[in-house]
Nanobody, 117 residues
Framework: QVQLVESGGGLVQPGGSLRLSCAAS??????????VLWYRQAPGKQRKWVAG???????YYEDSVKGRFTISRDNAQKTVSLQMDSLKPEDTAVYFC?????????WGKGTLVTVSS
């Protein structure tokens, strides 16, 4: 069974940092070929992507997180991380990771990030 499992969410004050991790488990063949994205879904809003990393580790970010979030991958460990700095209340959401290759998509179940004083 192939899975993606997110971890690292929690409650943090504005200006603080969190590091999310997305771990691939099961029979992941060719994980290094997958493009992996982080999405988030705030209460009452649609899910939107925030950061992505290609198979050759090119990265891209949604404008609102540029300069604050950093995505990285470790193919040997089959993990993708999202370092989130200078967090704002509007970053509060459930964060999901998505792995896709060709027509194949996998989603994790999400991890909740709450930014509040």
């Amino acid at each position: 069974q192939v899975q993606l499992v997110e971890s690292g969410g929690g409650l943090v004050q504005p200006g603080g940092s969190l590091r999310l991790s997305c771990a691939a488990s099961g029979s992941w063949f060719r994980f290094d070929e997958y493009e992996v994205l982080w999405y988030r879904q705030a209460p009452g809003k649609q899910r939107k992507w925030v950061a992505g990393i290609t198979s050759d580790s090119n990265t891209y970010y949604e404008d609102s997180v540029k300069g604050r979030f950093t995505i990285s991958r470790d193919n040997a460990q089959k993990t993708v991380s999202l370092q989130m700095d200078s967090l704002k209340p509007e970053d509060t959401a459930v964060y999901f990771c998505n792995g896709h290759l060709g027509g194949t998509d996998y989603w994790g179940k999400g991890t909740l990030v709450t930014v509040s004083s």
